[in-house]
């Protein structure tokens, strides 16, 4: 699948997030200070979620993290702050993306059709320039203070990937920023490099030189990054979005019964609630603990027994007591024993 057939996947990913941005600001949220009750609220931020780099975790989760964020740091400096906390390899595959073509320029260029991989198709990721080289973003963020935090994280983020691409520094020769000037840029200007800041712009933006956006990158690697664009097209087509609460405890559900526990207490606290809130919020989907683990086991137990597992081996699996209680679970769902369905 190319990098725009990847693109065209349709709607099934609109509105949703990477897990590794969102343990990003996740990261920053906490280094802000943000209070873990006020993270727990947050839908898809519990680790069984973050985990799965297959998972999608809708947008509205980031924008509360980076509201968050705003309200807990405000001020010009917050958003290169994450930039700079955030190392080669933050963003998984999206970071090298940008950084292993042969230029600056073929990188990006080349990256931009995956720009989904990493946020919502409603963040805007532009570029323009045959010479010098102009990348422009557009936040969805509807509140101007949490806007600015999100454009100066996304120019600090770009400034910074450019130079570990080229393995010098490097100073743009503009930045632009669509919200009002602070009143201390002291350090803005230590991020990008130079006072010539650009605000209350017509766009955010960042723009390298001509002869740093088609200089040979040291990080080139044209295996690499045809390998990265290869990953980029598996984890599109087969990414997972997190519509709500009910998918987020399908997946918690899951991860407990491969580790032997399927129990409604551990699977509450890996989704950070109480027992009574969980089974709530399933009852308010029409489901129940019981119903789902019921399910799950089910059509765990056809798949094992198709592929030739005996009824003692799947009973382990699946945490039963043992192969007898089983069985009696297979004629329950089914009204044959284990052995005859094979």
Known sequence: MSGVAAEGIGSRLDGTVS????????????????????????????????????????MTS???LWELIAQARPGAGSGAAIAAAAPLGSLNTWDYLVTTGA??????????????????????????????????YRTSAGDPAVAAVVNEYVLAYYLRRAGEALGRPLVPTRVSFGHAAPADRTGLIAVFGTADIEFDAESDAITFHADDATAPLARADPMLSDLMRSH?????????PIAGPLDAFRIALGAALDAGDPALPRVAKSLAMSQRTLQRHLAEHGTS????????????????????????????????????????????????????SR
Request: charge should be neutral.
């Open 289 to 340: 603990w019981r119903d789902e683990l019921d399910l799950l086991r089910y059509e765990r137990a056809r798949a094992l027994l198709d592929q030739g597992h005996s009824t003692s081996t799947v009973a382990q699996r699946l945490a039963f007591t043992d192969d007898r209680a089983l069985r009696k679970a297979f004629h329950r769902w089914t009204g044959a024993s284990p052995t005859t």
């Open 232 to 240: 980029a097209d598996l984890v599109l087509a087969s990414a997972r």
């Open 62 to 64: 980031l924008l509360r």
């Open 103 to 136: 230029t600056l320029a073929d990188s990006l260029r080349a990256a931009q059709p995956y720009h989904r991989l990493v946020t919502a198709a409603t963040e805007g990721f532009d570029l323009t320039g045959d010479g010098d080289l102009t990348i422009g």
């Open 19 to 58: 897990t590794h941005l969102l343990r990003l600001l996740l990261r920053a949220a906490r280094a802000a200070g943000v209070a873990e009750d006020q993270l727990a609220r947050v839908p898809g931020t519990d680790e069984v979620i973050l985990s799965g780099e297959l998972n999608r975790i809708p």
